[in-house]
């Protein structure tokens, strides 16, 4: 792992403070919106340049890790996060649907970090991150229409074209960049350069995105200082109880150690910056969606790399 990869949550917390500061300059605050979504771009280029297409159809070599994995991820997560939203979040139609959007989009990154942390079957894990990506994206839009359209807050239209425009686009012109290289006999290049540099700075452009839009809304933002306490109860509920499904639901399907590490990372890691970028596309003039993703990694990896730990204990007093 990076120096800059360990110091992931501390440059989203860096992003933010350094977005309400600039944001209480007025000509920053006016303008600051308009670098949000390319910061975004820029970012999942990145994440989508270092993932192969052949990865999809890896994914469903394991079939038990993937029917375990897709159960649990695509339909137990929406309902569990729908439930915990209207049991904490029902008074904040905003703050319930970015805490849905996020617990519907399984990580596309952080959990094969700890997932070797906790030596755990890495391999697997990367093997089906193709498929998770796929789904979310593809599913997020009807979540979000199942769960919330007769409130009237969903925009479609508006979600729909921030799926292709932070989406597609970036992962057009991913897999473009990798078919040029490779024809043109420099995959070396890639490897060495290109991708270690965008691994790098994936961190950096969510940073720059995230101050930007700490930046543009800091004024509402610092109104709803308390949306943090707010947030953190359903946020470990949703970690605790899917620690506790995902590790039942290995050990029931038959996995081993290494299996079931995978399995229980995929089903509680999220994915903010996937979440964050259609976000902030969609519901622009609704800050707060935005914020419940911004709030929720700030959780997430202290309590992923607290699972990690006590999967490994789990390995050391059953000797797996």
Known sequence: MSLLNKLHTLIILVAVMIGLLIGQIPVVASNAATFIIPFLMLM?????????????KQGFFHRKFVAASLLLNFVWTPLLAYLLGYLFLNEQQALWIGFVMLMVTPCTDWYIIFTGI?????VLSASILP?????QVVLLPVY????????????IVALLESIVLVIAVPF????????????????????EKLLPFFESMQIIFLGLAITAMFASEGQLL????????VMLIPLLLYFLINFVVGWITSRWVGLNYVDSVSLSLTTLARNSPVSLA???????????????????????LPVLALVSQALLLIRRRTGS
């Open 44 to 56: 999942l280029y990145g994440l989508f340049l270092a993932m192969p297409l052949s990865g999809l």
């Open 172 to 191: 057009a012109f991913a897999h473009a960049t990798r078919l040029l290289l490779l024809k043109s006999n420099k995959q070396g290049f890639m490897e």
């Open 278 to 300: 259609i976000a902030v596309a969609a519901f622009p003039d609704t800050p707060l969606i935005a914020l419940a993703l911004v709030i929720g990694p700030l959780i997430e």
């Open 131 to 135: 498929l998770n990506l796929l789904l």
């Open 118 to 122: 906790a030596k755990g079957n890495t």
């Open 222 to 229: 610092f109104e709803s200082i308390d949306i943090v306490l």
């Open 144 to 155: 979000l229409l199942l769960f919330f359209n007769q409130t009237g807050m969903l925009p």
